[in-house]
């Protein structure tokens, strides 16, 4: 399974932006998916997530803003973004079955887990 993100780009504060993840080699079905973020001199925090029961899950500072989605037909997962803050800049990462994952009450730990990561997108925010 290889993920590829794309979408990222400089927008003004209060914008939006759609961020994409396309799955291949494999299927995102019956898989925790989720969207990951890293900031320049932070550590990556997770940001939003699909749990295998399809509840999503979000980071506080984002919810009511950031959407998560997937479509399974097309085997690509979604990170749709409004309003967006200079504090939402930063790399964005998709990811499938990470092995740790803490996203609102959202948490677990599987060092077997399948733990596949894209390559990152970037997102910056600035008039």
């Known amino acids: 399974l290889q993920l590829v993100e794309s979408g990222g780009a400089l927008v003004q504060p209060g914008g939006s932006l759609k961020l994409s993840c396309v799955a291949s080699?494999?299927?995102?079905?019956?898989?925790?998916i989720a969207w990951f973020r890293q900031a320049s001199g932070k550590e990556r925090e997770g940001v939003a997530c699909i749990d295998t029961d399809d509840t999503s899950y979000y980071e506080d500072s984002v919810k009511g803003r950031f959407k998560i989605s997937k479509d399974n037909a097309k085997n690509t997962m979604y990170l749709e973004m409004n309003n967006l803050k200079p504090e939402d800049a930063g790399f964005y990462y998709c990811a499938v079955d990470p092995k740790r994952l803490h996203i609102g009450p959202k948490y677990y730990a599987a060092s077997s887990a399948l733990d596949i990561w894209g390559q990152g997108t970037r997102v910056i925010v600035s008039a």
């Open positions: 080699g494999g299927t995102l079905n019956n898989r925790i």
